[in-house]
């Protein structure tokens, strides 16, 4: 049966060192991750429970150039270890979460922090501060058989050469096992998810023009340039 009009791409991202291409099913997010974030925006840590969101699949940004959004003044970098699941699943256990991972790649929460701010104000969702155009820029990810998982390792995010960000996976409030586990009580996930798992402290304002680069030890280096609306 053919479509009333052409069904668009499917959203994909690259594979190191390989040919093929990593469909996306859904983008999932964690927010509050990292005890020393949680605080520069003004809250208190806690693991009561996981905060997940999403973000549509076709935000992913693979060409290193992000055109500044519509409908704010205040874009902010959020640097991010990126789940990739290769095995989906229900109800997962956590001891048996890594399972299903197929590899990581390096990440940006790209966030319209004024209007997610503004959203929260009232109690309103967050995806227009969230879920936009673009917002999900990631690097080629890394199989789990050339990176290893990550339960420690270096995150550093730079802003046109200065450091912004550095932390250390070990500083995670929900390692990944637990976010994988704890998801997939919520959503029955998919070959094709990608997680993005939080980002640390030190997050801040970028403009058109701003080249924003992420390192994460064993991943491709990520680098993103903020272009003109």
């Known amino acids: ?11 994909a991202v690259a594979v190191s060192g390989q040919q093929t291409l990593f ?8 927010g509050k991750n990292y005890a020393a974030h949680i605080r520069e925006m003004g809250s208190e840590a ?6 997940f969101f999403l973000k549509p699949a076709d935000a992913i940004v693979t060409d290193g150039h992000m055109p500044y959004p519509p409908g704010t003044g205040n874009l902010h970098f959020e640097g991010e270890l990126v789940i990739a699941i290769g095995k989906g699943g229900a109800n997962i256990p956590a001891g048996e979460a890594l399972q ?7 990440g940006l929460d790209m966030t319209r922090r004024d209007l997610q701010l503004a959203a929260a104000k009232v109690g309103h969702p967050w995806d227009t501060g969230k879920a936009f155009d673009c917002s999900a820029p990631i690097s080629p990810i890394v199989p ?9 390792g270096s995150l550093k995010l730079r802003v046109n050469g200065e450091l912004r960000q ?25 070959a094709g998810d990608l997680i993005f798992t939080g980002t640390p402290a030190g997050v801040g ?4 023009g701003d080249r924003i680069e992420l390192s994460i030890d064993r991943l491709c280096k ?7 609306p």
Request: negative net charge.
């Open 100 to 106: 299903h991972v197929f590899g990581y790649a390096a």
């Open 222 to 228: 990520l680098s993103v340039a903020i272009t003109p």
């Open 205 to 208: 304002p970028v403009v058109a």
């Open 1 to 11: 049966m053919a479509f009333v009009f052409p069904a668009r791409p499917q959203p």
């Open 166 to 190: 550095d932390a250390d996976f070990s500083d995670l409030i929900w390692k990944n096992h637990e976010v994988i586990s704890e998801l997939s009580k919520l959503y029955t996930l998919q």
């Open 46 to 51: 806690s693991r009561d429970s996981v905060c």
């Open 23 to 30: 469909p996306v099913n859904r983008i999932y997010c964690v």
């Open 144 to 152: 789990v058989a050339e990176c290893g998982h990550f339960h420690h």
